[in-house]
């Protein structure tokens, strides 16, 4: 079934002078012009198209691909800013418009805004940039520790907002970030938690214990290439742990923490160390040590 708003794999049934008709189902006949049509399409034909009710209020079919279709986040660039909303460009000749009522707060021209696009009680799309309301709506499939993609945007008090996977916006904290973002950035992140109230909380790095463990041998190599000691401690600036470590400084204190539990490396204010062992003697050896010491020391026996 053809849905407005979003890409679909629709049926040519007609091929004129003007365009393609293509079957859209409870949407009827959907014309595509000729400019859009694929050189090479004939009748019987499926073409991927998005398809969505122009200002006329007539459903038209494109080839082009939008930054986003119905149901998904996206940071998307103000085109237009006037008294009859918001028009974004979003990849299509047609700008998306932000209604006024639905702008957080006003929007400007050339900025970046994360919106949620949808299709409005008239079936045309639309964006928002109230996401709160569209959040509550959304259920949350992400599990604790998943790895997920992130663009990233609005930078807030708190840290910089996110958009998840294009289905979900979450927040990374300022306090937990060592590296330089920017909006339209897309990184790797993982899941930190899904509260109860739906929202999510974001990082940059895995916080399992494999992790951990992968942390203290990348510490233990870096000790052993750079000849037994560093001068990177749990007193370090975070920005020099991220660098060196790509990690933040907890992280690093758990890990280094952990090392230092098992008696493998000494922390120090401004230092960590490795623990050199004195390497253990093969069996055999300790045992032909043993024989000839037998054989030179008299051993008396007394009664």
Not at 85 to 108: I, T, Y
Not at 214 to 226: A, C, M, V, Y
Request: glycine share 6%; net charge positive.
């Amino acid at each position: 079934m053809a849905e407005s708003g979003k890409i679909n794999t629709l049926k040519v049934i007609k091929v004129t002078r003007s365009g393609i008709i293509l079957d859209g189902g409870a949407l009827g006949e959907i014309l595509i012009s000729a400019k859009e049509a694929p050189a090479d399409c004939r009748l019987n034909d499926n073409i991927d198209v998005f398809i969505y009710l122009d200002s006329k209020a007539q459903m038209i079919a494109t080839t082009e691909k939008p930054y986003a279709v119905a149901g998904q986040f996206a940071l998307l660039k103000v085109a237009i800013s006037n008294s009859y909303g918001a028009f974004l460009d979003w990849g299509l000749k047609q700008n998306l418009r932000v209604p006024v009522r639905e702008q957080k707060n006003h929007m400007k021209q050339d900025r970046y805004y994360i919106v949620f696009v949808y299709n409005d009680k008239n079936n045309h799309i639309a964006a928002s940039s109230r996401l709160d309301r569209f959040l509550e709506k959304l259920p949350v499939n992400f599990t604790e520790g998943q790895q997920v993609d992130l663009v990233i945007g609005d930078i807030t008090p708190l840290g910089y907002k996110a958009i998840i996977n294009n289905i979900h916006v979450g927040v990374l904290y300022k306090n937990e970030v060592f590296q330089i973002l920017e909006q339209g950035q897309e990184v790797k992140g993982f899941i930190k938690k899904v509260r109860e109230d739906g929202k999510i909380d974001l990082s940059l790095q895995k916080s399992d214990a494999k992790a951990l463990d992968d942390l203290s041998s990348k510490i233990l190599n870096t000790l052993k290439e750079q000849g037994g000691s560093l001068e990177i401690s749990d007193k370090s600036l975070p920005e020099e742990i991220y660098r060196l470590f790509g990690v933040s400084k907890k992280r690093y204190k758990s890990a280094i923490g952990a090392l230092y539990k098992k008696r493998m490396i000494n922390v120090e204010k401004q230092s960590i160390s490795l623990i050199h062992k004195p390497e253990k003697k093969p069996l055999e050896n300790v045992k032909r040590g043993f024989s000839r010491n037998i054989r030179h020391n008299k051993i008396t026996i007394k009664r």
